[in-house]
């Protein structure tokens, strides 16, 4: 937003910080660490990581878009004075915040809900160790078909998780367009 003064240049850089603290945090949670530890860890320690981990995730996003939008007012022009690139960023920092909101509240805590339930189901029959499905996926099968309270809660899970992940993916789309934005004005 515009930088009148000193007030204007400290929150200016104010929301930097914040949207590059955001965007960074998503580049790493959604395309770096998940895989790495998909990947060194069995599956039950990963599903407890994520079960952990996601709550201050998208809880943090959830303040880094309110403080966006707040710093935007901050250091910003009054409404009707913005520019194109101004208000699409507002409508951005808006998207992330609602995005980020429902993994918050909703969609995480389903997913973890699920995850556990899904666990100490896998538990009982001896599986959840090894690190990735690859040689065991023919257990996971057979548990699917021979249990349907297993099959109903992997697909509670794979919806939820599916509509988290694409949520997420849109809150990091909206966090890098409004970067794009803020770097091609000269922040």
Not at 75 to 94: D, I, K, M, N
Not at 157 to 169: D, I, Q, T
């Amino acid at each position: 937003m515009q930088k009148d003064g000193d007030g204007g240049s400290l929150a200016g850089v104010a929301h930097l910080f914040v949207l590059a603290t955001a965007w960074g945090m998503q580049v790493w949670v959604t395309f770096i660490s998940g895989f790495v530890l998909a990947r060194g860890v069995g599956r039950h320690v990963f599903g407890q990581v994520q079960s952990k981990l996601f709550p201050w995730y998208f809880h943090t996003l959830l303040g880094c878009a309110a403080l966006n939008l707040a710093l935007a007012a901050v250091a910003g022009r009054p409404w009707h004075q913005l520019s194109s690139a101004e208000t699409l960023q507002v409508w951005l920092f808006g998207g992330s915040l609602v995005l980020s909101g429902l993994n918050a509240r909703w969609l995480a805590p389903a997913t973890a809900r699920a995850t556990a339930q899904l666990q100490a189901l896998e538990r009982e029959r001896g599986l959840g160790a090894e690190a990735a499905r690859g040689p065991r996926a023919a257990a996971y099968e057979e548990l699917r078909a021979a249990d349907p309270r297993y099959a109903q809660l992997r697909r509670a899970f794979a919806a939820a998780h599916g509509l988290s992940a694409l949520g997420n993916l849109g809150a990091l789309l909206c966090n890098g367009a409004a970067l794009l934005i803020a770097a091609r004005r000269g922040a």
